[in-house]
């Protein structure tokens, strides 16, 4: 399984679930849309226009489908500690 957190600079929400990855020592590759333009264009015409993002196994999480009032929404959450177990495990 592969996982890619898109962020931004100064992104306390990017930092957030990086923390929550880091945390749930889950590996993942870090791109900084600000950055890298190249991911910035692939992820505009996707349709993605706030971060963080995140690709897993690349099915594509937008800022709005991974936050809920500010926290990581359960789903995510779910998904993110099932993969946590299964990468301890495999």
Do not use: W
Request: hydrophobic share 40%.
């Amino acid at each position: 399984m592969s996982i890619i957190l898109y962020k931004t600079n100064n992104c306390s929400k990017c930092e957030m679930l990086k923390h929550i990855l880091t945390h749930l020592k889950i590996r993942f590759d870090e791109i900084n849309v600000e950055e890298n333009q190249e991911a910035r264009t692939d992820l505009l015409l996707r349709n993605v226009l706030s971060f963080p993002a995140l690709q897993i196994n690349g099915f594509l999480f937008n800022n709005g489908s991974i936050m809920d009032n500010g926290e990581i929404n359960s789903e995510v959450m779910k998904l993110l500690t099932k993969y946590s177990r299964l990468n301890k495990h495999g």
